[in-house]
């Protein structure tokens, strides 16, 4: 399903993308889009037949009807990774059935390449695979390994793939998201949950490599919930999640400051081990969307000049 928004229009309302339907293995695969450039989507999930799909749409000649990318067979409920180096050129990451993590590319001038397993990574059963790119010529992987731990690979255009290595012995729940925010090309900022739900982060830094785990503000969230991270300004990060108490919460850093605690955003109430959507359209508003306790879209926004507005319902999908 789908919809969207513009400013001119408000909320279109929700409908089927071309008779589309994922995998309901776990909690269902997710739909991930990318926009190559601005006239331009590019959806990827996989079907009911565990395989990878793909649909698009172009300002110029709307939906195009969903595709099967190769014939790689992957766990019921994965999660396809997506990312636009540059608009001519898609990068997908997922999971196969035996826990493989699998790369495909597309370009504009060759087509889908064949789906490849990177490095001999094996990922946690319902790890995803979260990827990165700080450059256009280099990418960076990160999910969890079979022992729990995060861990993470890496690919640049010069010397192409890196083994993987663990990122220190933070203990995860197999099923944990590790996010990942590049705040300027030689700094990562990741963000996952511990085997006991606390909300874990750590850096790098090309000048001083890794930093320890350490628990952001005393926060522990949903078992199964993400934490999802932006950064609207090199200098600055907002984190959400959906607490123990299944409410929506939220925190911030800012440089030459400690973590803010965490604070439930505008009364919000979330479904358990939910995700929380974020995106910055310009660097003082943040739009969240969630799934609330009674199955139903709702979003929220920020903005830099009036706050944080209520939440209201984007309708049943």
Request: net charge negative; charged share 15%.
């Amino acid at each position: 399903m789908s919809n969207w928004w513009d400013q001119s229009t408000g909320w279109a309302g929700w409908f089927h993308v071309q008779g589309g339907i994922s995998s309901p293995g776990g909690s269902g695969s997710p739909i991930t889009a990318v926009a190559r450039y601005a006239g331009h989507l590019d959806l990827f999930t996989v079907g009911t037949d565990n395989r990878v799909y793909s649909a698009w749409w172009d300002i110029a000649s709307g939906w195009h009807g969903w595709f099967p990318i190769g014939n790689l067979q992957c766990r019921p409920g994965s999660t396809v990774n997506a990312l636009s180096r540059y608009s001519d050129h898609l990068d997908l990451f997922t999971t196969a059935a035996d826990g493989r993590t699998m790369s495909t590319w597309w370009d504009v001038r060759t087509g889908w390449a064949d789906w490849f397993h990177v490095q001999g990574g094996v990922a946690a059963p319902g790890a995803t695979v979260t990827a990165i790119a700080r450059y256009p010529f280099h990418l960076d992987l990160f999910t969890i390994g079979t022992d729990q731990r995060v861990y993470s690979c890496w690919w640049d255009e010069r010397s192409g793939w890196h083994n993987w290595f663990v990122i220190g012995n933070l203990q995860c729940r197999s099923d944990s998201t590790v996010s990942v925010v590049a705040r300027f090309p030689d700094q990562l900022d990741l963000f996952t949950t511990a085997a006991d739900n606390r909300i874990m982060s750590t850096w790098w830094n090309a000048r001083s490599g890794w930093a320890n785990w350490f628990q952001v503000s005393g926060g522990v969230a949903s078992p199964g919930s993400p934490v999802t991270a932006i950064a609207r300004y090199s200098n600055h990060l907002d984190l959400f999640t959906i607490g123990t108490d299944n409410r929506i919460y939220s925190t911030w850093w800012h440089e030459g400051q400690n973590w803010a605690n965490w604070f439930n955003v505008s009364g919000g109430v979330g479904k358990p081990g939910g995700q929380v959507a974020a995106i910055s359209r310009v660097t003082e508003h943040i739009d969240l969307v969630t799934v609330g306790s009674d199955g139903v879209v709702y979003s929220t926004w920020w903005d830099g000049a009036s706050g944080w507005a209520g939440w209201f319902q984007l309708g049943v999908t």
